[in-house]
């Protein structure tokens, strides 16, 4: 069974920053993405920014050059570094991981983000 778990949100002022973090367990043996999408209240989920196991990435209009995403595939691990938070980048994060070869897809419970002006 695959579990992903999610950290690293929580309240913070506009322009600060936040790191969120998602754990994967188990080995990754296929190619695959790893992401982060986002949901805010009212609104539908979004696509964040993602990353694939050969090091593609892929991001939202609304946060490149402020978001970066990274992996660590030692601990199978994956990050999103958030600076130049905005009030509308409020919402719960959640960590996604997709396998393409046998269209399967996994995700994790989610961590609010809350940006104030």
């Known amino acids: 069974q695959v579990q992903l778990v999610e950290s690293g949100g929580g309240l913070v002022q506009a322009g600060g920053s936040l790191r969120l973090s998602c754990a994967v367990s188990?080995?990754?043996?296929?190619?695959?993405?790893m992401g982060w999408y986002r949901q805010a209240p009212g609104k539908q989920r979004e696509l964040v920014a993602d990353?694939?196991?050969?090091?593609?990435?892929n991001y939202a209009d609304s946060v490149k050059g402020r978001f970066t995403i990274s992996r660590d595939n030692a601990v199978n691990t994956v990050y999103l570094q958030m600076d130049s938070l905005k009030p509308e980048d409020t919402a719960v994060y959640y960590c996604?991981?997709?396998?393409?070869?046998?269209?399967?897809?996994?995700w994790g419970q989610g961590t609010q983000v809350t940006v104030s002006s």
């Open positions: 188990g080995s990754i043996l296929r190619e695959n993405v």
């Open positions: 990353r694939t196991s050969r090091g593609s990435t």
């Open positions: 996604n991981l997709k396998f393409p070869a046998v269209a399967a897809n996994y």
